[in-house]
């Protein structure tokens, strides 16, 4: 079991390629069935960061691969959880 302070101390990184998302920030949990749908990692800032967010990655819980003592790690296509908001 874990808590979701834990989760949020943890890194996402991609399989894939690599990529380091960043932290959790959010969940999307289905309340009819008690499951964790996404996990939400926030996307890359504007201008080096300072200016905000527009993106985010909604990640399926069923893309983890595992979750380690430091990271999560995903199997994901980049450009399909990189949302607009």
């Known amino acids: 079991m874990i808590r979701v302070y834990e989760?949020?101390?943890k890194e996402v990184i991609n399989i894939k390629d690599g990529a380091r998302f960043g932290y959790i920030c959010d969940l999307i949990i289905d309340c009819e069935r008690g499951k964790i749908k996404f996990i939400i990692v926030p996307g890359p800032g504007k201008i080096?960061?300072?200016?905000?967010?527009?993106?985010e990655y909604k990640i399926p819980w069923d893309e983890i691969v595992q979750i380690g003592e430091d990271i999560i790690l995903v199997?994901?296509?980049?450009?399909?959880?990189?949302?607009?908001?």
Do not use: A, P, S, Y
Not at 48 to 55: K, P, Q, S
């Open 48 to 55: 080096f960061g300072f200016f905000g967010r527009e993106t």
């Open 7 to 9: 989760l949020r101390q």
């Open 75 to 85: 199997d994901v296509e980049t450009k399909k959880i990189l949302i607009e908001l």
